[in-house]
Nanobody
Framework: QVHLVESGGGLVQAGESLRLSCATS????????MGWFRRAPGKEREFVAA????????LYADSVKDRFAISRDNAMNTVYLQMNSLKTEDTDVYYC???????????????????WGQGTQVTVSS
């Protein structure tokens, strides 16, 4: 059974940083693309970042490019989202998602993955 567990969310002030983690189990982790999405209550889910299964392709939403960085540790079966220069509009619940084997980062960006975590709240105050 596949599990994705996000952590690292919290309350920070604008301009500060957070690093989200997504620990996975039940996946052949080094063969799946991973991604992060976010969604505020009453809004549609928004793509944030994706990384290929070999870690060579990085995709970002325009709103977070140059501020956020996605990375993965295949030995730890974990994907990370480093968020710098946070803005109040980054306040959302952040979800980790995993694709199927040999999924691509582009596919994750387009439709999300096959598996989803429960989300972690990020709140940025002014």
């Amino acid at each position: 059974q596949v599990h994705l567990v996000e952590s690292g969310g919290g309350l920070v002030q604008a301009g500060e940083s957070l690093r989200l983690s997504c620990a996975t189990s039940g996946l052949t982790f080094n063969r799946v693309a991973m991604g992060w999405f976010r969604r505020a209550p009453g809004k549609e889910r928004e793509f944030v970042a994706a990384i290929s299964w070999v870690g060579g392709t990085f995709l970002y939403a325009d709103s977070v490019k140059d501020r956020f960085a996605i990375s993965r540790d295949n030995a730890m079966n974990t994907v990370y989202l480093q968020m710098n220069s946070l803005k109040t509009e980054d306040t959302d619940v952040y979800y980790c998602t995993a694709g199927n084997s040999f999924s691509t980062a582009q596919f994750i960006r387009s439709v999300g993955g096959e598996y989803w975590g429960q989300g972690t709240q990020v709140t940025v105050s002014s």
